[in-house]
C-alpha cells in the first residue's frame, strides 16, 4: 500500500509541476497579503466596503457589473452594508422598467433585487464611447484572467512611461502587467482620488488592493462559504477514511492476506 | 451468472426471484470471489463508477437551472453559481469531477497496462472501456461548450473543424455539425442534447463492461488464471467493498480539496469571458486531459494526416489485445515490458506536457519524437517482445507463489523504479 | 477465519456506519435544496401595484410571485352584501372585515383553493368568482360558498404605500 500511495503521491507532483509550469507568467506581478487566501481565507470587510466605493466612484462609469444585485451587497460573505445602507445605494440608481400599462417605458429609483445598472445600454455602445474598446463587464473579471487578483492589482499600478523607441497610438497606454504591455485604459488611480469615507488613507496601492477585493468577491460570492464548508467537508472525509480503515483492517484480519 | 443456485430464504424472496431474478443477482454481486491479492490500482473501478454518478447526479441537477440558448447560456451559469442553493457547489463538483473522472480513468488504463488486463480471455471488456473512454471525451468536450465562454466557443470550433480534414465531404460535415455556418445557437443546443444523453450510454456500456468482467473474473497482479472460489479468492462483499471504499474516501479527499480550494485551477481564465465569435484568445488549449491528443494532432504537418494521427492514437487501443503477442499477462513477470511500460508513460506525460505548449521550436520537434515513438511501442515494441523477451517464471497460485517472496513484494520493487 | 466477535468490533463497524450515513445525508441536502426558490427569485417577492386608475366595481388582475392577484375595488352595494352574510352559512368562516381591512379594495390571490386555477370575474351563483375547473363558487369577498374548494381565496400580505399604491408582499 505504502508503494502505491508513494507512487501516487509522484504522479500528483509531475502532475502539479507541469500545471505550475504551465501557468507560469512571463512577468512577476505585484503580490500582497490577500485575507482571502488560504484554507480559512475571508474577505476584509473594510476592504470590500472601500472596494465598492472605489467601483462606484472610479470604475463603474465604463465598466459594467450585470450579475451583480444590490441585495448582494447586504448578503453575508460580501460587503456586508447594513439592508438600509444597500436599499438606499440601489435608490440612487435609476433604473429602467416596463412596459407599464400604456406600453411605455420608464425610469424608476432602483431596488435591491435590481442588477447594477450598467454604464452603457449594451456593448457597441460601450465600444462607441471608447475609442473601439469595450471595457470589460467587471462581474467575472478576477477570474476570467489568468494572473488572478495580483494580475489585476499588478495592472492598477503598471503604468508606466513607455520604454524608448516604442511608440504608442492615440489612446493607447504602456503597463508592464498587460499582455503585450499595450492598453487602452488610461490609469485611473492617483493617489487621493476618493475620500475614504473610514478614513483609510487612499493611496493608489490601498485603493488597487480594495477594488481588487472588491472584484474577487463579485466573482466569487460564495468564496467564504466555499472555505467553511471545505474545510468540514475535508475533516469528515479524514475521520471516515480512518474509520474505514480500521473497518478494513478488522474485516481482513479474518484471513491471512495483507490488505 | 450460474456460479452456485441460489435460492432466497423467505417465501415472498422466493416467489420474487422466481420471476424476477434480482435476488440472484444481488447474490452474485456481494460473493463475487474476487483474487485476493489485487493491489490498490485496482480500486479504481469502484472510483469510477463513483464518478459516473456523481457526473450524472450533479449533471441533472445543473440541467435544471442551466438555459442552453447562445444568449443565456453564460448568464445562466453565473445564475447557478451566485443564486441557485449550492449551485456553485453542485457546479465545481461537476467541473472538477470530470477531471477527476479522467485522473481515474488514466490510472484504470495503465493498470490494465500493466498487468496486461486486456488480455485473453478479457478483449471484450478492453474493448468496451476503449468506447466508454471515447464517450468520455464526447461528453467533456460538449460539455465543456455549454457555459458558453471563450473556450468553450473556440474549442468548439476546433474540434468540430477536425472534420473538415475529410476529403471532400468535410466541409459539409463541419456545417451539418454546427447547424449554420459557425458554432451558434443551433450547435449549442444540439451539444447540450448530446451531452446529456452520453452519460446514460455510458452507464449502459458499465453494466457490459461489468458483466463481461464477471464472466471470465478479474485478473490480478500475478497475471495467473485462477481457480474460483478458492483459496485465492475473497468474497466481494465484504472484503472489496470496504477496500474500494476506503480508496474512495482517499480519492474524495483529492476531489475535495480541487473543488473547495482550487476550483478553477483545472480550468482556463478566457472561459470566463462570454463567447465572443470575433476575438479568438490568444492560447487555445483543451482540457488537461486531451492534451497528449491534442499534441499528436498539431505534431503531424498535413491537416487530415494530423487528424488521422490523433484518432488512429486512440483505435490503436483497441487492437491493442492483438498487438501485444506476450502469453504472460502481467508486467511483474516481463522485465523487459516493465521498462517499455515506463517509458510509454513518461512520453504521454511528456505528450500532454508539449500539448499544453506553442506548436514551435523544441516543443514541435519533442511533440513529434513522443508521438513518434508512441506509435512505435504499441506497433513494433509490443509486437516484437512477445517473440523476444525472457519472462520470469510465473507462480501457478497467488497462496503458493513458487518464487521466493510473495508476489506483492514483486511489486513493491516494480514501484521503485517510478520514484528515481 | 473464524468471526471474533468483540466489542470494539461492534463499536466501529457501528460508528462507521453512522458517520457514513451523516455524510450521505449531507450531500443529499444540497441536491434537495438547489430544487427551492433560489436568492433572485426571493428577492423578487414583493411588487408595488398602482391603483389610481381602477373604478368601483372594476377588478384589475396583476402577477405577483407567478401567481395573478385579484385587486377588486368593491361598490357600497357589494361591501354591504359581503359583510351580510352570516358566518354559520360559510363552509370557511371568514369575517370580510377580517379579508379586506380597507373594505372598498379587496385584494386576493386568484388562485382557486381546489387545485389553482384560475376562478373568472363576475361568475357564478354568488355574485363572485366561480371556476371553470371544478365548479367552485366563491362570493364578493372570495369566500367559497360552493363546490368542491376546501377554504377561501387566499389573501397575501400586502399594504397601502399611499392611497394610490399598494404594495403586495
Redesign the interface.
Known amino acids: 500500500m505504502k508503494n502505491f500511495f508513494k507512487s501516487l503521491l509522484h504522479i500528483s507532483f509531475v502532475f502539479v509541476l507541469s500545471c505550475n509550469s504551465m501557468a507560469a507568467e512571463k512577468v512577476e506581478y505585484l503580490k500582497t497579503d490577500w485575507s482571502f487566501k488560504g484554507l480559512f481565507g475571508k474577505f476584509d470587510r473594510g476592504a470590500l466596503q472601500r472596494g465598492y466605493q472605489v467601483y462606484s466612484e472610479v470604475c463603474s462609469s465604463c465598466h459594467s457589473m450585470k450579475y451583480v444585485s444590490y441585495r448582494n451587497l447586504a448578503e453575508k460573505g460580501g460587503p456586508e452594508f447594513s439592508l438600509d445602507q444597500a436599499k438606499a445605494i440601489a435608490a440612487s440608481f435609476e433604473v429602467t422598467d416596463g412596459p407599464n400599462a400604456d406600453g411605455e417605458m420608464f425610469t424608476r429609483p432602483g431596488k435591491l433585487s435590481d442588477k447594477f445598472v450598467m454604464p452603457y445600454e449594451n456593448e457597441k455602445a460601450a465600444q462607441a464611447a471608447n475609442g473601439g474598446a469595450y471595457p470589460p463587464d467587471m462581474s467575472v473579471l478576477v477570474k476570467a484572467r489568468g494572473g488572478g487578483a495580483n494580475y489585476i492589482y499588478s495592472l492598477l499600478q503598471g503604468y508606466e512611461d513607455p520604454p524608448l523607441g516604442m511608440t504608442l497610438d492615440e489612446g493607447v497606454y504602456y503597463n508592464k502587467y498587460m499582455y503585450g504591455n499595450k492598453i487602452k485604459m488610461s490609469n485611473q488611480l492617483s493617489d487621493g482620488l476618493v475620500e475614504y469615507s473610514d478614513g483609510t488613507e487612499a493611496t493608489v496601492e490601498q485603493m488597487s488592493k480594495d477594488i481588487t477585493t472588491f472584484l474577487m468577491w463579485t466573482a466569487e460570492p460564495h468564496l467564504e462559504a466555499r472555505h467553511r464548508m471545505g474545510f468540514k467537508a475535508i475533516v469528515y472525509l479524514i475521520i471516515l477514511t480512518v474509520l474505514v480503515y480500521f473497518s478494513m483492517k478488522k474485516i481482513w484480519s479474518r484471513i491471512e492476506t495483507e490488505v | 451468472m450460474s456460479d452456485h443456485e441460489y435460492t432466497p430464504q423467505s417465501k415472498a424472496g422466493k416467489w420474487f426471484n422466481d420471476r424476477l431474478p434480482l435476488l440472484t443477482l444481488a447474490n452474485h454481486l456481494t460473493d463475487y470471489p474476487t483474487p485476493k491479492n489485487l493491489n490498490y490500482w485496482w480500486t479504481f473501478g469502484g472510483i469510477l463508477t463513483f464518478c459516473l454518478i456523481t457526473q450524472i447526479v450533479t449533471g441533472l441537477t445543473l440541467a435544471m437551472h442551466y438555459i442552453a440558448h447562445a444568449d443565456m447560456a453564460f448568464e445562466s451559469v453565473e445564475h447557478i453559481m451566485r443564486d441557485v442553493n449550492y449551485g456553485w457547489l453542485i457546479r465545481y463538483i461537476h467541473a472538477n469531477g470530470a477531471s477527476m473522472f479522467f485522473l481515474a480513468v488514466y490510472i484504470h488504463i495503465f493498470r490494465s497496462l500493466f498487468y496486461g488486463s486486456y488480455k485473453a480471455p478479457r478483449e471484450i471488456i478492453w474493448i468496451i472501456g476503449i468506447i466508454i473512454y471515447l464517450l468520455m471525451m464526447a461528453a467533456a468536450f460538449m460539455g465543456y461548450v455549454l457555459p458558453w465562454g471563450q473556450m468553450s466557443f473556440w474549442g468548439a470550433t476546433v474540434i468540430t473543424n477536425l472534420f473538415s480534414a475529410i476529403p471532400f465531404v468535410g466541409e459539409g460535415i463541419v456545417t451539418w455539425l454546427w447547424g449554420g455556418y459557425s458554432v451558434d445557437n443551433p450547435t449549442l443546443t444540439r451539444f447540450f442534447t448530446l451531452h446529456y444523453l452520453i452519460p446514460f450510454l455510458i452507464l449502459g456500456l458499465v453494466v457490459l463492461h461489468i458483466w463481461a468482467l464477471h464472466v471470465p473474473g478479474n485478473n490480478n497482479p500475478v497475471g495467473i488464471d485462477i481457480q474460483k472460489p478458492s483459496k485465492d479468492t475473497v468474497p466481494f462483499h465484504p472484503y472489496i467493498v470496504i477496500k474500494d471504499g476506503f480508496a474512495l474516501l482517499m480519492f474524495m479527499i483529492v476531489f475535495a480539496f480541487f473543488v473547495f480550494y482550487t476550483p478553477n485551477i483545472l480550468g482556463h481564465a478566457d472561459n470566463y469571458i462570454e463567447a465572443n465569435p470575433m476575438v479568438t484568445p490568444a492560447h487555445i488549449v483543451p482540457e488537461w486531459y486531451l492534451l497528449p491528443f491534442y499534441a499528436i494532432l498539431r505534431s503531424v504537418p498535413d491537416k487530415l494526416l494530423g487528424v488521422i494521427a490523433m484518432l488512429s492514437a486512440i483505435f490503436i487501443l483497441a487492437a491493442l489485445p492483438w498487438l501485444d503477442t506476450s502469453k504472460i499477462r502481467s508486467a511483474v513477470f516481463r522485465p523487459l515490458y516493465k521498462q517499455f511500460y515506463w517509458i510509454l508513460v513518461a512520453d504521454v506525460l511528456i505528450l500532454g506536457y508539449v500539448g499544453a505548449m506553442p506548436a514551435e521550436g523544441l516543443y514541435l520537434l519533442i511533440a513529434r519524437v513522443a508521438t513518434a515513438y508512441y506509435f512505435i511501442h504499441f506497433l513494433v515494441i509490443l509486437p516484437v517482445l512477445g517473440f523476444k523477451e525472457k519472462t520470469l517464471p510465473v507462480p501457478l497460485s497467488i497462496t503458493e507463489p513458487v518464487l521466493g517472496g510473495s508476489p506483492n513484494l514483486a511489486m513493491a520493487k516494480n514501484k521503485e523504479s517510478l520514484t528515481k | 477465519?473464524?468471526?471474533k466477535k468483540t466489542k470494539r468490533?461492534d463499536f466501529?463497524?457501528t460508528?462507521?456506519y453512522a458517520?457514513?450515513a451523516?455524510?450521505v445525508g449531507?450531500v443529499v441536502w444540497?441536491?434537495i435544496?438547489?430544487?427551492?426558490p433560489?436568492?433572485?427569485?426571493k428577492?423578487?417577492a414583493s411588487t408595488e401595484v398602482d391603483v389610481s386608475?381602477v373604478n368601483p366595481g372594476n377588478t384589475i388582475t396583476v402577477l405577483w410571485r407567478g401567481k395573478p392577484v385579484f385587486i377588486r375595488r368593491r361598490t357600497q352595494d357589494e361591501i354591504e352584501e359581503a359583510k351580510s352574510v352570516k358566518m354559520e352559512e360559510l363552509k370557511h368562516p371568514e369575517k370580510d372585515e377580517d379579508r379586506a381591512k380597507n373594505p372598498e379594495w379587496l385584494v386576493m390571490l386568484g388562485v382557486c383553493t381546489h387545485l389553482g386555477c384560475v376562478p373568472l370575474d363576475q361568475k357564478g351563483d354568488y355574485n363572485g368568482w366561480f371556476c371553470p375547473c371544478h365548479g367552485s363558487h366563491y362570493d364578493i369577498s372570495g369566500r367559497i360558498r360552493k363546490g368542491p374548494a376546501p377554504t377561501n381565496m387566499e389573501i397575501p400580505e400586502y399594504k397601502f404605500v399611499d392611497a394610490n399604491t399598494i404594495k403586495i408582499g
Open positions: 477465519m473464524a468471526e468490533r466501529l463497524f460508528a462507521t458517520v457514513g451523516v455524510g449531507a444540497p441536491m435544496d438547489q430544487m427551492n433560489d436568492a433572485s427569485v428577492a423578487l386608475t
